[in-house]
């Protein structure tokens, strides 16, 4: 668009004025510290990976992304990630079953964690390992159902949820304040650590102060299953925000930095997994791995 010279002077004061008066105005928070690049540990040549599918519903727009648009929905999928090796189970959150909890949020379900599990022949008690990535009910309402797993989780959640802080997206429950609580079943991480295996854990705290995510390296393959950081793949994508922050320059910069299209981003609310792999049962799919 062309100004003539008085005008363009004008409108560049003006500019110049909002931007001030918008400094001003706006909290300042301190810039986001870089996060070491994950390990690259390859995972076992024969592991199978796995996305479970236990409900489906409409989400808010303006919670799935920050620049949604008030008063309309996305299709959301209510998943969790199952990574099976041959003598290992390794759950990435637990999805949960709680009827009333999906009356509430309007969850249509399409099978019960647990019952997922079984069509994969998988006892939960020969679950050995589930990685929280944050501490919202439908990533841990089901851990109780898991015995003997040793449970990974970032030092921030575990601490805020055994103290009972509010936070939304929380319920608690004093069977899984008890397993946080013991240190012989619960492992916490502080910012990054890559487990056996090749799990490698990155607190990336956008989400919720703790939120994680888990980098895998597959067959040449990184795949990223992002947890809450990224609600859809549109977040990576187009590099929109989720809606629902404690921190949006940390969920930002996650996704600045996950822009890359060779990257496989996995996230645990986006319909389009469910289509865009193999079919396994009618609601799970095999991102990798031979058919069990």
């Known amino acids: 668009m062309k100004f003539i010279t008085g005008c363009r002077r004008v409108c ?39 996305a479970c599918c236990y409900g489906r519903s409409l989400f808010p727009e303006t919670s799935a992304f920050r620049d949604g648009r008030k008063g309309q929905n996305v299709k959301f999928a ?20 709680d009827a009333a909890t999906a009356r509430k949020w309007h969850v ?48 921030r959640d575990r601490d805020d949820y055994v103290s009972r802080k509010p936070l939304g997206g929380v319920l608690y429950d004093q069977r899984v304040a008890d397993i946080f609580n013991d240190p012989a079943r619960t492992h916490v991480i502080d910012k990054q ?48 925000p989720i809606g629902s922050t404690v921190d949006l320059k940390k969920n930002a910069a996650f996704l600045s930095r996950i822009d890359d299209p060779a990257i496989v981003v996995l996230p645990c609310h986006e319909p389009g997994i469910f289509t865009s792999y193999p079919a396994v049962t009618p609601n799970i799919v095999r991102i990798f791995g031979a058919q069990p």
Do not use: M
């Open 78 to 97: 209510w998943a969790f990630y199952v990574a099976q090796a041959v003598t290992e189970v390794t759950l990435i959150d637990t999805g949960f079953s």
């Open 108 to 155: 249509q379900a399409t099978g019960e964690p647990a019952q997922l599990l079984a069509e994969l022949k998988i006892d939960p008690a020969n679950v050995s390992r589930v990685i929280i990535t944050h501490i919202h009910f439908d990533h841990i309402g089901d851990l109780p159902r898991f015995p003997r797993a040793q449970v990974v989780i970032s030092r």
């Open 193 to 240: 650590e890559t487990l056996p295996g090749g799990f490698d854990v990155e607190v990336v705290g956008g989400h919720t102060a703790g939120s994680a995510v888990v980098h895998l390296f597959h067959r040449g393959t990184h795949y990223v299953l992002a947890g809450d950081e990224c609600y859809l793949c549109a977040n990576r994508k187009e590099q929109r």
């Open 12 to 50: 560049g004061l003006a500019l110049s004025l909002a931007a001030c008066l918008a400094a001003a105005t706006e909290p300042t928070s301190p810039p986001v510290a870089a996060t070491a690049a994950p390990s690259a540990v390859s995972t076992e040549a024969n592991l199978n990976l796995y």
